[in-house]
């Protein structure tokens, strides 16, 4: 089962514009994790953010997290055409002890019109 | 340093048939994972393997089995093959298990007929 959720399931937006995607879960996190997957490639990794942090930044991405809410999003500021992917959280959580896996959601697929 | 390496890319096969996919992590990474993507699942986890033991696994039947080796590269079959195990296979791998990103490779597309 799923344990991320992003929202919304697509977005398309003009070069130049922000886009925000948002990601909930439901059990708590060691931490949370956004990947970047280009049409039928391997995914990409883009930023961690720790369950103690609550926004993290790297180039033009921006990342924040609530641990009350269950919930984190990814902002990409001043997006181009490159950034056209499907955008994916995944929350690893400890299972069980130490057990432990990282968990997907079904992503957001970005479009960034030139 | 070299990425993940998956082989083979693409294969296609009928349903009954096994199949067996192999993945060479990052060198120095121990631990590796294997997802298996579709449009109506998404990613679902499969397992992950750290110095040869399995660590966790998903929710898939016992048709889906793995191991690792020696040297940190994995394999996993897939056995008696059915229309639904059609999908994009994900291998990624990182330095520890429990902890940190992943690594992924490209992934071997499988097409059952």
């Known amino acids: 089962s799923q344990q991320g959720e992003e929202d919304p399931q697509a977005l398309s937006i003009q070069e130049g514009e922000n886009a925000t995607m948002n990601c909930s879960y439901k059990?708590?996190?060691?931490?949370l994790q956004w990947y970047r997957q280009n049409s039928g490639r391997g995914l990409v990794h883009l930023i961690l953010?720790?369950?103690?942090?609550r926004e993290k930044h790297s180039g033009r991405l921006r990342v924040t997290l609530d641990t009350s809410k269950k919930s984190s999003s990814l902002l990409i500021t001043a997006s181009r055409a490159a950034d056209t992917a499907s955008y994916f959280c995944?929350?690893?959580?400890?299972?069980?002890?130490?057990?432990?896996?990282?968990?997907f959601g079904k992503g957001t697929l970005l479009t960034v019109n030139p | 340093k070299a990425g993940v390496t998956q082989t083979p890319r693409y294969l296609i096969k009928t349903r009954g048939q096994q199949v067996t996919l192999s993945c060479s992590p990052i060198?120095?990474?121990?631990?590796v994972s294997w997802y298996q993507q579709t449009p109506g699942q998404g990613l679902q986890f499969l397992f992950e393997?750290?110095?040869?033991?399995?660590?966790n696994k998903g929710n898939f039947p016992g048709r889906f089995s793995g191991r690792q080796f020696s040297n940190s590269r994995s394999e996993m079959n897939v056995s008696t093959l059915e229309l639904g195990d059609s999908a994009l296979y994900l291998c990624?791998?990182?330095?520890?298990?429990?902890?940190?990103?992943?690594?992924f490779g490209e992934g071997s597309r499988l097409t059952v007929l």
């Open positions: 990624a791998s990182r330095r520890q298990a429990n902890t940190g990103e992943l690594f």
């Open positions: 995944a929350t690893d959580a400890t299972s069980g002890g130490s057990n432990y896996k990282l968990t």
């Open positions: 060198s120095g990474h121990r631990s």
């Open positions: 953010i720790r369950s103690n942090e």
């Open positions: 059990t708590s996190i060691n931490n």
């Open positions: 393997y750290f110095s040869e033991t399995q660590r």
